[in-house]
């Protein structure tokens, strides 16, 4: 036992387990691919880059980027809790299962909205539901209140399930008033995930009083310094005749916004897009406001 600081302090040995070459680590690199969102127009915003007679060309991901930690934040009525419904439908419509841990509503009303969104999305809902694994936090305290005791819960389901992607509506749930010890839930959550080599979509809540196209969320920036991606989410109240020119749309009308915050595995769009909550309940991405030009613009048109 030595001191420091007049301190006792144990004998620090290192971990030599946690040392390797580059050459070694990347023997274990995933490779880079899309994962399609579900969400029209969104699957476009994301890109990797490749050269062609030295001259850098973009070239379209066609998705999340593949074992990405994906962060939805926003305040209430985004359309958060949609993007992460219309991944898994989309998602266990190709084949792929997922799990999905409702932390809000119980299991039952996770399920009409699952529903619901197959039903929108063209997709055949028989086909889907046994590809959606639904682990119930909201009916289950235990699940909210104790990280290990929901991490070992995903563990079986992923094995039992073979599960590809996980989606957590809404981690911030995780951490209701103890946001004190955000950054260490989402941290292993996050680790988590990496273990395990799941896509994964973390739904967080802003706070209102939060400035809207920011990624910080509830628990502060524990949740965007953390994650792989950050999707930001807002809503605005048209207010002055500048921004009817702009959004072509009447005063007293809403227009909801979308932003690719950072994505540090590969190359996405950096401007603010036009989103839409369709009345079937879709939510589709548009083109970026710079391109509005004070013309009437719907998503997808």
């Not at 980027?65 to 439908?89: C, H, R, S, W």
């Not at 988590?192 to 739904?203: A, E, L």
Request: glycine fraction near 10%; aromatic fraction near 6%.
């Amino acid at each position: 036992m030595t001191e420091e600081y007049g301190v006792p302090r144990h004998e620090a040995r290192p971990v030599e387990e946690a040392v390797e070459t580059l050459r070694e680590a990347g023997k274990r690199a995933p490779r880079l691919f899309g994962i399609p969102t579900g969400v029209d127009g969104l699957d476009d915003l994301f890109f990797t880059t490749r050269f062609e007679n030295g001259t850098p060309k973009k070239v379209p991901l066609g998705g999340y980027p593949a074992l990405a930690v994906i962060n939805l934040t926003g305040v209430a009525d985004t359309g958060k809790t949609l993007m992460a419904e219309q991944f898994a439908v989309k998602q266990a419509s190709l084949g792929y299962p997922v799990c999905l841990v409702t932390v809000e509503a119980p299991a039952a009303f996770a399920a009409a909205a699952l529903r619901a969104r197959a039903g929108a999305m063209g997709i055949d809902y028989a086909g889907v539901q046994d590809r959606i694994v639904l682990i119930d936090a909201a009916s289950h305290a235990q699940l909210r209140d104790d990280v290990p005791t929901l991490l070992a819960t995903l563990a079986h389901a992923i094995r039992k399930f073979d599960t590809k992607s996980v989606v957590i509506d809404s981690v911030t749930g995780l951490f209701e008033a103890k946001e004190i010890f955000a950054r260490q839930v989402v941290r292993q959550l996050f680790n988590f995930m990496k273990r395990w080599y799941q896509t994964s979509i973390f739904v967080s809540q802003k706070r209102t009083g939060h400035e809207e196209l920011t990624a910080e969320a509830a628990g502060g920036y524990a949740v965007s310094h953390i994650v792989d991606c950050t999707i930001v989410l807002a809503k605005r109240l048209i207010q002055t005749p500048a921004e009817t020119r702009l959004y072509g749309r009447p005063l007293g009308e809403v227009v909801r916004l979308i932003r690719v915050d950072g994505c540090r595995l590969c190359g996405h769009s950096t401007a603010t897009h036009i989103m839409e909550i369709t009345e079937t309940g879709l939510v589709r991405v548009g083109p970026p406001i710079s391109r509005l030009g004070g013309r009437e613009v719907h998503a997808g048109g």
